[in-house]
């Protein structure tokens, strides 16, 4: 079948592959800057996607930074002022620590929240084209210069642009195009995820973000909007499918193997069915190179485990859009722009990858996990600290100093003194692990200083659109 012709071709000075929390964050920046930006998205929108999506006060700062909490804020969802983990019989529980202003976090299901980022990015002279799919990209001497896109009626579009956002998800079909897709660091998640919605009938639980584990368990219930509660299951992984009926069986038995979950789902009745995500892994990929670049879950994901996706993909979405801004028109500073974004983001990300990356492993709970939950039980500033991670206030590498890790051990040996042989295999994994995160940290940074070679993009000529495959999307 010959390829169907282009009825169309137009131009702007940024495309933006994608819609949703990186991409009307990066088109929003571009538009403010007053550059020309086309969003182009294959969903109808607003619509929902596979995702949960508790935004801790990090997140919320994000969006307060584009301009979009008054729209957020007003969707519904409660203030969840309040974390608390329950973990092997011990608590770890704090009010959020404040980022700026924002003490409080939110759970906002997905189809207010995107909708009301992208109104924003649109108010601010957003064109977006929801309902059409990127197929393809043009090249022009060695650059990215726009996208090919089928529309709605099935015509071909041609769109030509000096940058070209993927901001198209795990799936992106930018990173393939541009020969990105093979992750330079990749880490399968040990955790598989279910999630549903219930009626929430606990007004006394409605400022608060809880989580539980128990064994390798863990499930947590999400105060939103519209009087709902999300509730996230996730057990370890399995490595299947699973058939009919699968995730509503596993994401009943996870409820059950923890008590708490069960008592605080008391009186809440389920709305809708399981929804479940499985076969995931963390990752980098490379997100930038002559004029294309990838922010959100295109170029970078972490496990769901410490919910951090929706933050990064904003924060990251805005600073590339702010880069890119003022050079757009110079091609060689655009592409240094592009790789410093890259390599902040990098830089950034790394250390909570690799603190997600161990919580998503899907283990029972190890020795020294104890004695770091049974410390944060009786004195407020672990607690804080812990949560303060999740809120990226506190680097898990600044948390865990030497003279911490110490202390946990010897209070972990204390604890077990008749049994000590589990404390010191934990021990020696654990200073085995340490060592193997570092070795990983410093060749993530390595990669991500390589380009994306050149030969595995299509061939240039005055424009030439890169071979079309599989479309991932
Ligand atoms: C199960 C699960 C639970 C999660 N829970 C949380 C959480 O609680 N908190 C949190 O912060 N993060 C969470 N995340 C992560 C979060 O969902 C992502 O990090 C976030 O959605 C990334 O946003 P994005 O804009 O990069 O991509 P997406 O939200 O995936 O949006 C990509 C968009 O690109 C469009 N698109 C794709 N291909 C094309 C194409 N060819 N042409 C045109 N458009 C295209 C899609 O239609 C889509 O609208 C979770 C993720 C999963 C999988």
């Not at 169309?8 to 592959?17: F, P, Y």
């Not at 057990?235 to 699973?242: D, Q």
């Amino acid at each position: 079948m010959p390829a169907p012709s282009v009825t169309t071709i137009d131009r702007a000075e940024v495309v933006v592959v994608g819609a949703r929390c990186a991409g009307s964050a990066a088109a929003l920046a571009l538009a403010k800057a007053g550059r020309r930006v086309v969003a182009i998205d294959a969903a109808r929108l607003p619509s929902d996607t596979l995702s949960t999506h508790l935004l801790w006060p990090s997140g919320l700062a994000e969006i307060e930074r584009l301009g979009a909490l008054d729209a957020v804020a007003a969707i519904g969802a409660p203030e969840l002022t309040h974390a608390m983990a329950a973990i092997a019989g011990y608590k770890v529980a704090s009010r959020f620590p404040a980022v700026g202003e924002i003490d409080y976090a939110m759970c906002v299901r997905r189809t207010g929240l995107d909708d009301a980022l992208l109104r924003t990015a649109v108010a601010a002279g957003v064109q977006l084209r929801a309902r059409c799919r990127v197929t393809e990209l043009l090249w022009e001497g060695g650059r990215c210069a726009g996208v090919r896109y089928t529309d709605p009626d099935g015509a071909e579009v041609e769109l030509r642009a000096a940058l070209v956002l993927g901001a198209d998800g795990r799936r992106s079909t930018v990173a393939r195009l541009v020969g990105a897709e093979e992750p330079f660091a990749h880490r399968p998640s040990g955790r598989d995820c279910y999630y549903a919605y219930w009626k929430d009938s606990r007004p006394d639980w409605r400022h608060i973000a809880a989580q539980w584990r128990a064994g390798s368990d863990l499930g947590t219930a999400f105060p939103c909007d519209d009087g709902l509660l999300l509730c996230l299951v996730q057990p370890a992984a399995t490595g299947e499918r699973g058939g009919v009926g699968a995730a509503e069986a596993r994401y009943t038995a996870a409820i059950e193997n923890i008590p708490e979950l069960v008592e605080r789902l008391r009186g809440c009745t389920r709305v809708g069915r399981v929804r479940s995500a499985t076969d995931i892994a963390s990752y980098f990929r490379h997100s930038s190179g002559p004029g294309w670049a990838l922010p959100g879950d295109a170029g970078h994901f972490k496990d769901p485990v410490t919910a951090q996706g929706i933050r990064d993909a904003l924060r990251y979405g805005r600073l590339l859009g702010e880069a890119a801004a003022p050079v757009l028109d110079h091609p060689e500073r655009l592409d240094r722009a592009l790789r410093d974004w890259e390599q902040t983001r990098v830089r950034d990300c790394v250390d909570i990858y690799q603190w997600t990356n161990r919580l998503a492993r899907g283990e029972t709970i190890s020795p020294l996990e104890h004695a770091l939950y049974r410390a944060a039980d009786t004195d407020p500033a672990i607690s804080e600290a812990v949560i303060g991670i999740f809120s990226r206030t506190v680097d898990p590498s600044s948390f865990h100093t030497p003279m911490r890790a110490g202390m946990l051990a010897l209070r972990a040996l204390w604890n077990a003194r008749t049994d000590p042989l589990p404390v010191l295999a934990d021990l020696a994994r654990t200073a085995r692990d340490t060592v193997a995160e570092r070795v990983e940290a410093v060749e993530i940074r390595r990669r991500s200083h390589r380009r994306v070679p050149p030969m595995s993009r299509p061939a240039e000529s005055s424009l030439t659109t890169s071979s079309p495959g599989d479309d991932h999307a």
